[in-house]
């Protein structure tokens, strides 16, 4: 008899511990609740949105969401957020670390580098009124695709989240002016982002791109396009498309040629192709009108067109570690140009035409094969620096001393011997030690 009794207690007991082992799982499954009970550091608060009036409830419940969603605990059970002063600690969700309201709606969320870890939330689509979103320097790894439900959002970074592709949704942002999503991983983009027809500011630096979507053509309104540092080698012919263009950097890149629509872009001020394998520019070049900076650096460049000599609004030219020859005498039609690099390359003279750059403030032609100067680099009278370290000069012409505004002449590494009294004084007063630092001969 007790031996029945002991087994039927046995067999209560475990029965009753599979209904509480079920029944932790069933709620582990559950999302949770509106209220939530939440462990902070050295606090344990009961929060519900019921008690907030300063924002739509929808929108609270949005936050709270958000927290829960990228606040994982940490190894040390600390949760990963770095600041997080006032949430689900106050009634006043406006007064949040990063937050901040207009008008009784969460205007800005600004949460820079603050531990985020984890994808955001379906709720960030509840934020109707919206205008910057920035979490850079956060773990997202995505974007839901109530992303796109922002319709006033004007501002959104997510530069180095890790993610690694973008929502078709991503299209809805009928507002947005400025999208950084620098250093991801993204390697292409949908073609939903055409539809961005309000954007102004685009980073793409450090994502990774062996392509770009024709439908970038499609932004009228891009004045900026950042895409530095990735794996393109060609550009889509729409992109000539984008006239409202003022800057593009395409640096860091595998560019083999540029396409002759560049010369669409009549607004652009910027170029930067630097550190590419460009062998060759088009003619198309010259129609750049509005051009006032060219990045040319660190490509395979051979050659100019001589259409260069069209720019008339360039003020900076930088050429260096190419492989050119020579220069076009049309480098001297350059009327505004005011710092010139070449750098690194094979020139072995100078056309006399170079003297006609009457606002030329900065020359440097450092590593190249140059042997002698023409006497028109003395029309230089702008000029407070000039650089010509590791050439071959032996002397040099008596017209340096007309450069009166020099503040900064390197000549070292050459083999000059200068007789000329005056234009050793000059060199004295204005490159001191100019003579220990010379090569005895040019072989």
């Known amino acids: 008899m007790k031996h029945r009794l002991a087994l039927l207690i046995c067999l209560l007991l475990t029965t009753l ?54 606040n994982p605990p940490l190894a040390d059970s600390s949760p990963s957020w770095i600041i997080s002063d006032g949430w689900l600690n106050t009634s006043t969700p406006c007064q949040w670390h990063g937050i901040y309201c207009v ?8 949460l820079l580098g603050n531990g985020l870890v984890g994808p955001l939330p379906s709720d960030i689509g509840n934020f109707s009124n919206l205008k910057t979103l920035s979490l850079p320097g956060n773990q997202l790894f995505s974007l839901p695709a109530e992303i796109g439900n922002l319709s006033s959002l004007e501002v959104l970074d997510v530069a180095n989240t890790q993610l690694t592709s973008l929502p078709p949704e991503f299209g809805n942002l009928s507002s947005l002016h400025h999208l950084d999503l620098k250093y991801n991983q993204l390697v292409n983009l949908p073609p939903e982002i055409g539809n961005l027809n309000t954007l102004e500011i685009l980073d793409l630096a450090t994502v990774k791109l062996t392509s770009l979507p024709s439908e970038i053509g499609n932004l009228s309104n891009l004045t900026r396009l950042y895409l530095t540092q990735n794996q393109l080698t060609n550009l889509p012919p729409e992109i000539g498309n984008i006239s409202s263009l003022r800057e593009l950097y395409i640096g860091n890149n595998q560019l083999v040629n540029l396409l002759p629509e560049i010369d669409n872009l009549s607004n652009l001020e910027i170029l930067d192709l630097s550190q590419n394998q460009l062998t060759s520019l088009p003619p198309e070049i010259g129609n750049l009108s509005s051009i006032k900076r060219l990045e040319l650096s660190d490509n395979q460049l051979t050659s100019l067109p001589i259409e260069i000599g069209n720019l008339n609004s360039l003020w900076y030219l930088a050429l260096r570690n190419n492989q050119l020859t020579s220069l076009l005498p049309e480098i001297g039609n350059l009327s505004t140009l005011g710092e010139l690099h070449l750098s690194g390359n094979q020139l072995s003279s100078l056309p006399p035409e170079i003297g006609n750059l009457s606002r030329l ?71 001191p030690g100019w003579q220990d630092r010379q090569r005895p001969t040019c072989d």
């Open 17 to 70: 511990l599979a209904l509480k082992i079920r029944a932790d799982v069933t709620h582990a499954q559950e999302p949770p609740p509106t209220e939530h009970l939440l462990y902070l550091p050295n606090v344990i608060d009961l929060f519900s949105c019921s008690s907030v009036t300063e924002i739509p409830h929808s929108e609270c419940e949005a936050l709270v969401a958000l927290f829960l969603a990228t």
């Open 103 to 110: 008008d009784g709606y969460v205007s800005v969320i600004a």
């Open 361 to 431: 403030e900065v020359l440097a032609v450092t590593a190249n094969q140059l042997t002698s100067l023409p006497p028109e680099i003395g029309n230089f009278s702008r000029l407070w620096y000039l650089e010509f370290i590791a050439n071959q000069l032996s002397t040099l012409p008596s017209t340096i001393r007309n450069l009166s505004n020099i503040q900064q002449l390197y000549l070292w590494d050459n083999c000059l011997v200068i007789t000329d009294p005056d234009v050793v004084a000059f060199l004295h007063q204005k490159s």
